[in-house]
């Protein structure tokens, strides 16, 4: 069974910095995509960043330049790297990760940018 934990969410200044983490646990064979995404109140949960099988990454338009998506392989923990945060980034963010056969969610981290 495949575990996804988040954590590192809370209550940001805009301007402000903060940073994500994921763990996984389990057993996994394949991968196909690891990544983040966010769901905003009363809007679709929307890509942030993930890493394709091949290991390229690919971001959400609105965050390019300004979030950054890292892994260490060896604990198995996934980053998000996020900067310049502004009141539209506030949402909750989700890891996850997509094998051939299903997608795994975590619970979400709740990310507020509020002055």
């Known amino acids: 069974q495949v575990q996804l934990v988040e954590s590192g969410g809370g209550l940001v200044q805009p301007g402000g910095s903060l940073r994500l983490s994921c763990a996984a646990s389990?057993?996994?064979?394949?991968?196909?995509?690891m990544g983040w995404y966010r769901q905003a109140p009363g809007k679709e949960r929307d890509l942030v960043a993930l890493?394709?099988?091949?290991?390229?990454?690919n971001y959400g338009a609105s965050v390019r330049g300004r979030f950054t998506i890292s892994r260490d392989n060896a604990k198995n923990t996934m980053l998000l790297q996020m900067n310049s945060l502004n009141p539209e980034d506030t949402a909750v963010y989700y890891c996850?990760?997509?094998?051939?056969?299903?997608?795994?969610w975590g619970q979400g981290t709740q990310v507020t940018v509020s002055s």
């Open positions: 389990g057993i996994i064979f394949t991968v196909n995509s």
């Open positions: 996850n990760l997509r094998t051939p056969t299903n997608s795994y």
């Open positions: 890493f394709s099988r091949d290991g390229t990454t």
